[in-house]
């Protein structure tokens, strides 16, 4: 089956409430779903060769939150988990990440990440998405996540809560995954804090070739379990600090069995 035929199929089997003009309640156009398709499928098959494990562990339908490491200088990490679940699953889901508020200052970003239904990471955002039963992807790192150096790339920083909140508050399945290879694709050895403030964005990343392209490096994502929390979102800090660290902890789990099983397969 030729790629262009099978991605064509796949848009047509979103299971999205499509109108008569292929537009969703919330602006997603298949049009621009079936243009963004082949870019992220080349880049996902052929020049990372990303291999995903552990996909039967997100659900095909319903509401749930697929929460990860970041890593690889800038958003490397999220177009691949979004194609992974375009092109992994059956039937197909659209992903849709809580982007960074700084790509609404560029008028071509924002357009192309809205249609594909990439929207704001504020709150009642996620929440009406969840609400919707849609699949959330969420970066608890934020930005300081793919600002890790080379040397860190397999470390977590600190997590933020809103989204423990979030989950508890919509009843919302956690599936953790691990994102590896994001930091040999882009090996960042320092960051432009200042200049990338001077151009919009939280900061340049430096590589030892200069210029932050990425390299085609394999890449590798691992699903975990779905974790379930429960309570109402309205809990203590210290309640909600103490789920966020587990869902932490299984992601450094799932970081570190799948950096010793690329270890591995690199000696054999």
Not at 227 to 251: C, H, M, P, S, W
Request: charged share 20%.
């Amino acid at each position: 089956m030729a790629l262009d035929d099978s991605l064509e199929a796949r848009v047509e089997r979103l299971e999205l409430p499509f109108n008569e003009f292929g537009v969703d309640p919330y602006g997603i156009s298949k049009k621009h779903l079936a243009r963004a398709a082949p870019v992220l499928a080349f880049f996902y098959r052929h020049y990372f060769r990303v291999r995903c494990f552990g996909c039967e562990h997100v659900p095909p339908r319903g509401r749930g939150m697929l929460v990860g490491n970041h890593s690889g200088g800038y958003a490397v990490d999220g177009a691949m988990v979004l194609t992974s679940m375009f092109l992994e699953m059956d039937p197909p889901r659209l992903a849709q990440g809580m982007a960074e508020k700084f790509i609404n200052r560029f008028p071509i970003a924002s357009l192309w990440t809205s249609r594909t239904g990439q929207f704001t990471g504020l709150p009642e955002h996620a929440r009406r998405l969840l609400e919707d039963d849609r699949l959330l992807m969420i970066f608890p790192e934020g930005y300081k996540g793919t600002a890790k150096l080379y040397s860190e790339r397999y470390s977590l920083v600190d997590f933020g809560t809103g989204f423990m909140r979030l989950a508890l508050q919509t009843r919302s399945p956690i599936i953790p995954f691990a994102f590896l290879g994001g930091g040999t694709a882009v090996p960042t050895i320092a960051n432009l804090y200042k200049l990338g403030r001077l151009l919009g964005v939280p900061y340049i990343p430096v590589t030892p070739y200069v210029l932050p392209l990425p390299l085609p490096a394999p890449l590798e994502i691992h699903y975990g379990e779905p974790l379930t929390f429960t309570g109402t979102g309205n809990e203590d800090d210290e309640i909600i600090i103490g789920y966020v660290e587990q869902v932490k902890a299984r992601i450094a789990e799932l970081i570190e069995k799948g950096r010793v099983r690329r270890q591995e397969r690199l000696f054999l």
